[in-house]
């Protein structure tokens, strides 16, 4: 079975140029969810999508956003791009159960964004 | 903001010892999971354990989670330099698939 795959693997962008990162999860996996890693913050929760709604949010500005098609791929996307939005952004994918009782999540190999 | 911290940040063993690393969160949690991470690339799931469960193992991996002191350790036994990489602690709540890290221990194996 296939993992998570994450495109592109790397970007460059200019400020002020927006950006859109693709997830797709593994096959019958319903919930995706973004994070974003920097080494000043760490692994921070962006948002999760299942069935294409958005289920939970993290504390992130309006600038970046996300949904999700009914084949359960996942797109983020960073508008207005700032120097500080530099990070490696994890997409994870995870079976939700009926019960909605947690299960492990996947990660991809994540996309590497650099700002200029 | 993270859940909990993890100790140590940083820890060096010789090839052949056993690692252990600790985790602590702050807030009741459904599940905790634990990561590896090589390089600044994906994460890797290890192991899942329950808050109802106290220890798990998979491999040459055993975590242990502790509720009442909202703790978790895991050791990774006979380490190889393989095992090289960062290793992360993640907690969620019950219908939450949101995931809370904590800070992460650099592991480097000396061979």
């Known amino acids: 079975k296939a993992g998570v795959t994450q495109t592109p693997r790397y970007l460059i962008k200019t400020r002020g140029q927006q950006v859109t990162l693709s997830c797709s999860p593994i096959?019958?996996?319903?919930?995706v969810s973004w994070y974003q890693q920097t080494p000043g913050q760490g692994l921070q929760f962006l948002f999760e999508?299942?069935?294409?709604?958005?289920?939970n949010k993290g504390n992130f500005p309006g600038r970046f956003s996300g949904r999700q098609f009914s084949n359960s791929r996942s797109e983020m996307n960073v508008s207005t791009l700032e120097l500080g939005d530099s990070a490696l952004y994890l997409c994870?994918?995870?079976?939700?159960?009926?019960?909605?009782?947690?299960?492990?999540?996947?990660f991809g190999q994540g996309t590497r964004l650099t700002v200029v | 903001s993270q859940q909990g911290e993890e100790d140590p940040q940083a820890l060096s063993i010789q090839e052949g010892e056993n690692a252990t690393m600790n985790c602590s969160y702050k807030?009741?949690?459904?599940?905790l999971q634990w990561y590896r991470q090589n390089s600044g690339r994906g994460l890797v799931h290890l192991i899942l354990?329950?808050?109802?469960?106290r220890e798990k193992h998979s491999g040459r991996l055993r975590v242990t989670l502790d509720t009442s002191k909202k703790s978790s350790s895991l050791l990774i036994t006979a380490s190889r330099a393989a095992d090289t990489a960062s290793y992360f602690c993640?907690?969620?709540?019950?219908?939450?698939?949101?995931?809370?890290f904590g800070t992460g221990t650099r592991l480097t194996i000396i061979p």
């Open positions: 993640a907690t969620s709540f019950f219908g939450n698939e949101k995931l809370t």
């Open positions: 807030t009741s949690i459904n599940n």
């Open positions: 354990i329950r808050s109802n469960e």
């Open positions: 994870a994918s995870s079976l939700v159960r009926e019960g909605r009782k947690n299960t492990e999540a996947f």
């Open positions: 999508y299942f069935s294409e709604t958005q289920r």
């Open positions: 096959s019958g996996h319903r919930s």
